[in-house]
């Protein structure tokens, strides 16, 4: 079992890619043991890759107001998946979903980054291309960590 990384957000809504973008650029130093997959959103077909990760970290941006300004590294755990879904997930229902499927959820944590400006666009605001420098430190440090 590898570790996986998940980093998810739209590239053409400014900082809503941050997630996605960290994944694009950790795959690129291509982590041994790791497995990197950048998506727009998190859907359910994901649940198969996670039920074979012995650990794995979700990479999303956050709006600022939401939390600190500083990116933020935390547990989390699976949600129940009763409620009705569409083809897009919240990374704790992918879990649960995994769970039910495959019998397995993985140790899970999820990496947020400050997002400010969501219009369309493809550039990161300032605040938040300074709190993705930030985060990958913090992101290699996870790829590296043993399971």
Not at 2 to 21: E, K, M, Y
């Amino acid at each position: 079992m590898t570790a996986l990384v998940i980093g998810f957000g739209n590239l053409l809504r400014s900082d809503d890619g941050a997630g996605h973008r960290l994944a694009l650029a950790l795959a690129r130093r291509s982590p041994e043991g790791v497995m990197v997959l950048a998506r727009p959103q998190l859907t359910p077909e994901l649940a198969e890759p996670l039920a074979r990760a012995s650990r794995v970290l979700f990479v999303d941006a956050a709006w600022a107001s939401a939390f600190t300004t500083a990116p933020q590294l935390t547990p989390l755990e699976p949600l129940s998946a009763a409620a009705p879904f569409s083809h897009g997930l919240p990374p704790a229902r992918l879990l649960a979903l995994s769970a039910a499927l495959y019998g397995h959820a993985p140790p899970a944590w999820q990496l947020l980054i400050p997002a400010h400006q969501g219009q369309l666009g493809n550039q990161l605001s300032a605040a938040t291309a300074t709190a993705c420098r930030a985060a990958l430190p913090l992101l290699q440090r996870w790829s590296r960590a043993d399971a």
